[in-house]
Nanobody, 126 residues
Framework: QVQLAESGGGLVQAGETLRLSCAASGDIFSSYAVGWFRQAPGEEREFVAAISRSGTAAKHANSVTGRFTISRDNAKSKVYLQMNSLKSEDTAVYFC???????????????????WGQGTQVTVSS
């Protein structure tokens, strides 16, 4: 199994940038597909981005396409979420999630992931 820890959240103004990190430990990280999800107060947890275990395939939610980019460094056992041009509606707790997966596999469904981090708060003021 794998343990996940998010970092990099904070309070920023609209239009600014943050980079979130998801650090993994406990297993061979390159065997896992990873997703980022977010949850605003009173809302369902929603898909943000996902990346396959090798990093050759990635998917982003329509709401963040062109602003957010997911990437990974398997040598460091980390996945990143680069967030540019942040908006107030991006305010949420951001979670990374992982699942042991086949080549090229990724998912935008919460149910597709087995392991979850504790989350990191992102607050964007307008």
């Amino acid at each position: 199994q794998v343990q996940l820890a998010e970092s990099g959240g904070g309070l920023v103004q609209a239009g600014e940038t943050l980079r979130l990190s998801c650090a993994a430990s406990g297993d061979i990280f390159s065997s896992y597909a990873v997703g980022w999800f977010r949850q605003a107060p009173g809302e369902e947890r929603e898909f943000v981005a996902a990346i396959s275990r090798s990093g050759t395939a990635a998917k982003h939610a329509n709401s963040v396409t062109g602003r957010f980019t997911i990437s990974r460094d398997n040598a460091k056992s980390k996945v990143y979420l680069q967030m540019n041009s942040l908006k107030s509606e991006d305010t949420a707790v951001y979670f990374c999630a992982a699942v042991k997966a086949g080549v090229g596999w990724l998912s935008s469904s919460r149910q597709g992931y087995t392991y979850w981090g504790q989350g990191t708060q992102v607050t964007v003021s307008s």
